[in-house]
């Protein structure tokens, strides 16, 4: 998410986030760019999703995202 600024990260997680679990998302698979950072901006967007029924998977890597949604 370093693309974003901090007002996008905001709306991300204050008006999409809550928005897409109150819609039922079951699973969710985040692909971020390969670097520290990147993976802990994303695992504290994805932190909404604890205390849901909601699967959800991160990696950098493209192919192993979508086969892990396929699996679902």
Request: glycine share 4%; proline share 3%.
């Amino acid at each position: 998410m370093t693309a974003h600024d901090k007002a996008d990260q905001r709306w991300l997680g204050n008006e999409w986030m809550p928005k897409v679990i109150e819609a039922g998302i079951e699973h969710s698979v985040t692909v971020h760019e390969a670097n520290p950072l990147a993976e802990a901006e994303m695992k504290a967007l994805l932190s909404r999703l604890d205390g849901h029924d909601v699967s959800s998977s991160m990696t950098s890597d493209m192919e192993k995202a979508r086969a892990w949604i396929a699996d679902k």
